[in-house]
């Protein structure tokens, strides 16, 4: 029965979503700064694994929880040689992602706790902000296992999920300037990351970003890409102002361009390798 409230809670937060923000690239996140810095994230990192493929069959990528398909859609536009496939639980959030008619790309409504998809089928699979919606933390260690099984041997799972470390580092900071520390949302549940690497280390390989990219590396896709924005806009921001922190500011904007610094954002990328023996 907790499992079935737990979906339903998540069922009707995202249906309201699809509601109110419709195709908006806003849709699920709120925040113009972490979707572009999410995509820029997603974007290089195809860009230097499909790079690496050259001469091999098509690239297959699957963005699991693909909500409204604002992502797919400008992944579809950038890479005509990509193949993609979308996942989604949420009904109405499908049903804007199908309206866009995206061209190579399949959407499926389904869950990533057990995905309609055969072994070892996709190169590439992305989560954005995904499993931090599963409201327990086995069934979050569920739906690794699937993106396990589905990867083939030689992919990467690149995850984009929130932190309870990150989290932590940014209420220590507004405490310090004597603000009220931020709670996660009712309907995520953050990962924590001793618990991550215990629960998936039969399966899944975590991968220095240099490894993936000996030339661009860190630089390309750093694990606290978000830090300094959630410094700027949660900490910062709202100590200047004497109020609390509001999304999409000019002042927030205005600081996008700074490098990722420290470790002040809950949401982070990791990225993984199949183990040899899941599957």
């Given at each position: 029965m907790k499992r079935e409230e737990n979906d339903a809670l998540i069922r009707k937060h995202y249906r309201e979503q699809a509601d109110k923000d419709k195709d908006s690239p806003l849709s699920t996140i709120g925040?113009?700064?972490?979707?572009?810095k999410e995509l820029d994230l997603i974007t290089s990192f195809i860009r230097v694994v499909t790079r690496q493929r050259r001469g091999q069959p098509v690239c297959h990528v699957l963005d699991a929880g693909c909500g409204n398909g604002y992502t797919l859609q400008k992944l579809t536009d950038s890479?005509?040689?990509?193949?993609?496939s979308g996942l989604e639980m949420t009904p109405e959030l499908l049903q804007i992602a199908e309206a866009r008619q995206l061209k190579r790309c399949?959407?499926?409504?389904?869950?990533?706790?057990?995905?309609?998809?055969n072994d070892c089928s996709f190169d590439i699979i992305?989560?954005?902000?995904?499993?931090?919606n599963i409201l327990e933390q086995k069934e979050q260690l569920d739906a690794l296992r699937e993106i396990a099984r589905m990867l083939k041997p030689t992919g990467y799972y690149l995850m984009i999920e929130?932190?309870?470390d990150g989290l932590e580092n940014n209420n220590r900071a507004r405490r310090e300037m004597g603000l009220e520390d931020i709670a996660p949302a009712y309907h995520n549940l953050y990962l924590d990351k001793d618990a991550l690497f215990a629960g998936t280390r039969d399966i899944l390989a975590p991968v220095d970003p240099v490894d993936v990219d000996p030339d661009g590396g860190m630089m390309l896709f750093p694990n606290n890409f978000l830090s300094s924005h959630y410094f700027v806009a949660r900490v910062l921001h709202?100590?200047?102002?004497?109020?609390?922190?509001i999304r999409n500011t000019?002042?927030?904007?205005?600081?996008?361009?700074?490098?990722?610094i420290g470790n002040y954002a809950p949401v982070q990328s990791l990225v993984f390798k199949k183990r040899k023996a899941a599957g």
């Open positions: 925040e113009r700064v972490v979707r572009e890479f005509e040689e990509v193949q993609f399949q959407l499926h409504s389904g869950d990533i706790r057990h995905a309609p998809y992305f989560t954005e902000r995904c499993l931090i929130c932190f309870n709202p100590l200047l102002t004497k109020g609390e922190w000019e002042f927030v904007s205005f600081f996008s361009f700074l490098p990722p």
